[in-house]
C-alpha cells in the first residue's frame, strides 16, 4: 500500500499494518520513545498496538526529546 | 560539523537567560548541516533540571521546517548551572541517532554538539559559529 511517512510517499509492502509493525519496518526500535501523528492526530502510545493504517495514510513520526541533569561525563 | 550563524546562537543564549533557571529546550532547521532557522520549544517539565519536548509542538516545528523546504538536523537544550555535557539522563533519553545534540552552558556560555549511538556511544560533533560569510569560529573543544 502506499503511505505518506514524514512527508514522503513511500511503498509499504503489506495490506494491513499496525502503527508498532510499521514504526519497525522502519528501524525504529524503541516505539515507545517516539510520537506518532496519523493523518494529523496524535496517536497515545497504548493505541500503537492496535491502530493500523491504511493505504493513502499520513503517518509523521518523531523521537521523544528530552534529558536531564545527572552525573556528567 | 553542524554551522551555526551568530545569531541564532545569540537567540539560544537569550532563550536560555530568559528561562534559566529551568532548562531551555528547542529545535534547529536547516540543510546541509548547515543551520538556518531556530524553533523554540516548551519545556514541558519546566525544571531546572530536566526538559522534554510537547508532542503537539514537535510536530508543528516539523510542518514548519518542511514548507521552509529545510529539515530539523539538531536538537538544543541548555544547562543553567552545569557544563555544555551530555549529563547520563542526556545520553539515557537520545533516542534518535541521527540527529545533533547541542547543550549551551550558562556559566560557560558555550555550546557543543553531540551525537548518540543506538549503542549509547557519545561521540562529540563540531559546532562552528558563522560570524560572517567569510568567517567561521570553532566553539567546541
Given amino acids: 500500500m502506499r503511505l ?4 514522503r510517499q513511500e511503498e509499504v509492502v503489506a495490506d494491513k499494518l499496525s502503527v508498532v509493525e ?3 519496518a522502519k528501524d525504529v526500535e524503541m516505539p515507545d520513545m517516539v510520537s506518532v501523528q496519523l493523518n494529523g492526530e496524535i496517536l497515545e502510545r497504548a493505541a500503537f498496538e492496535n491502530t493500523t493504517v491504511k493505504e493513502d495514510d ?3 513520526f518523531l523521537y521523544f526529546m528530552g534529558g536531564g541533569r545527572q552525573e556528567v561525563r | 560539523m553542524i ?3 551568530q545569531r541564532i546562537l545569540d537567540e539560544i543564549a537569550t532563550q536560555a ?4 533557571p529551568n532548562e531551555a529546550c528547542g529545535y534547529l532547521a536547516g540543510r546541509d548541516g548547515a543551520a538556518v532557522e531556530r524553533y523554540a520549544m516548551t519545556n514541558a517539565d519546566a525544571s531546572p533540571e530536566h526538559f522534554s519536548f510537547v508532542p503537539h509542538e514537535q510536530f508543528a516545528a516539523l510542518k514548519r521546517a518542511r514548507e521552509a523546504d529545510l529539515e530539523l538536523i539538531a536538537v538544543y537544550h541548555s544547562h543553567p548551572e552545569t557544563p555544555a555535557r551530555m549529563s547520563a539522563e542526556d545520553i539515557r533519553l537520545a533516542n534518535d541517532p ?9 556559566p560557560e556560555r558555550r555550546i557543543r554538539g553531540f551525537t548518540v549511538t543506538r549503542e549509547k556511544e557519545v561521540r562529540e560533533h563540531d559546532v562552528r559559529v558563522a560570524l560572517d560569510d567569510r568567517n567561521t569560529a570553532q566553539l567546541t573543544g
Fill in chain 1, 58 to 60: 499520513e503517518v509523521e
Fill in chain 2, 17 to 20: 537567560a530568559e528561562e534559566a
Fill in chain 1, 22 to 24: 510499521l514504526l519497525k
Fill in chain 2, 3 to 5: 554551522t551555526l550563524p
Fill in chain 2, 98 to 106: 541521527s540527529t545533533v545534540y547541542l547543550i549551551y552552558s550558562v
Fill in chain 1, 4 to 7: 505518506k511517512i514524514n512527508g
